[in-house]
């Protein structure tokens, strides 16, 4: 038992995945990650009775099927390892957890419908960001993927433009409420200090902000160029008001400060 590393099972782009995956990170707790095509993650969830949807974590003692889960469990096993994801108090805590569930709920959904829309019509750009993720078999193949899957992906998360034009809504509202928590805390969301609520929302925005150090790559570096110069112009358009917003320049200014790549076992 304590020889098991813990399991992560991905899909490597999606921003669950990152919101889970970056929290493992801050921690130093070392796991393993596998990263699925979308559709083929069924294969390490449903199939096994995890669930149909990823993240998912498996350790010695727990198998987690939500990422809020995934930091909760994360929190109380290296509670003196790396920032305090839900502060040094209960009160702190229920206000991290309660801005966490509706960044979950109202942004993580918009943010991805948004992205989908625009950039399932271009493929071959969505493997420069996608690609990365995987390994080199997966670069080569995740752009034809996504174009095979991309009919099942707009069922399943009924993606349409009147649908992306109300995301797109959200988003913005979400950004706005968030902003007058950042002005009220001191440059945070909550009590002046990074926090899981933070976390959230840098990693779940992610699809809409695009700065090259979200970008996940497996090899942990950071693209060189702006990803905003493969999508296509109507979505970068999009990407470039998100980014010029106070909540879009926190985003990044959190990757830069708390985003730590940790070792990862091969
Ligand atoms: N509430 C879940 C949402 C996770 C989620 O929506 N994951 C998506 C990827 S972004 C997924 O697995 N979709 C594929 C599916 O549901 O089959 C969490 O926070 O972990």
Known sequence: MGG??????????????????????????????HGY??????AATALRQRGKSVPVLMTP????????????????????????LFGNDAVMARQVTTLEDRLDEQLGPATRLLAYHYLLSAPAQHSKFAGPGFGPLGRVCIGGVMRIIKP??????????????????????????????LDQNKSFLVSGQFSAADLTLAALAYPVLMWPEMIYRRDRGVMTDDPIDYVPSAFADIVHKFRATAAGQHCRRVYLEFRRPSEKPE
């Not at 707009?154 to 509202?173: F, G, P, T, V």
Request: charged fraction near 20%; aromatic fraction near 12%.
């Open 152 to 181: 099942l992906i707009e069922k399943s998360y009924r993606i349409n433009a009147s649908r992306a034009r109300s995301a797109a809504y959200d988003i913005a509202a979400v950004f706005c409420d968030m902003e007058i928590l």
């Open 4 to 33: 098991f590393l813990w399991q992560l099972i991905t899909i490597p782009f999606s921003h669950y995945c990152e919101k889970a995956r970056w929290a493992l990170d801050l921690s130093a707790q070392p796991y393993q990650e």
């Open 61 to 84: 003692t727990q198998c987690l099927t939500d990422s809020t889960d995934i930091l909760a469990f994360v929190a109380r096993q290296h509670s003196n390892r790396g920032p305090r």
């Open 37 to 42: 095509f979308p559709g083929a993650h069924l």
